[in-house]
């Protein structure tokens, strides 16, 4: 049964698993930030223990596949070196997981400092569609809202 799962999970299969699964937390989060349902599930350890299991999996698959996990540290090389390690699907699959797993998390960080601060729901809407796409963008349209609903600028809360 496991090695039927394990390879029920290829490297594309666990790419949709990746994208589709984290669409219900992403749209809890937009449409439904102030629900009992989203503090349990979305903001909580919940969705990160799953991505994470996801990782983990994929690191157990690189290791079996004899992935050059040393080789991922020539990213700090330069842009072809890091345009080589793009080019190989494993390495390709653990960034996007990473990538999806950073930005859900903000996107949960949003909700909950937008909830002590008392900034309306649907204010929020368009900066977590803008972290969902494009996560430090988002971040930023979320600050210049903080700003005007704070009333006070700071660098660090």
């Not at 496991?2 to 594309?12: D, L, S």
């Not at 984290?22 to 909580?44: A, D, E």
């Not at 190989?88 to 930005?103: G, P």
Request: proline residues 3%; neutral net charge.
């Amino acid at each position: 049964m496991i090695e039927q799962i394990y390879n029920y999970f290829t490297i594309e299969t666990l790419y949709y698993w990746v994208n589709f699964g984290v669409l219900p937390f992403w749209l809890v989060l937009i449409f439904f930030p102030q629900s009992s349902f989203c503090n349990y599930f979305v903001t909580s350890i919940f969705p990160i223990l799953i991505l994470s299991g996801t990782y983990i999996f994929l690191i157990y698959k690189s290791y079996l596949a004899q992935y050059d996990f040393i080789g991922n540290f020539n990213l700090y090389l330069g842009i072809h070196e890091i345009s080589d390690l793009f080019s190989n699907k494993l390495f390709l699959i653990m960034f996007w997981v990473h990538f999806v797993s950073i930005n859900l998390f903000t996107g949960g960080w949003i909700v909950r400092d937008s909830q002590k601060l008392m900034i309306n729901k649907i204010v929020l809407i368009i900066p977590l569609i803008i972290t969902y796409l494009i996560g430090p963008f988002g971040i930023l349209i979320y600050w210049l809202i903080r700003i005007f609903y704070a009333k006070s600028m700071k660098l660090y809360d």
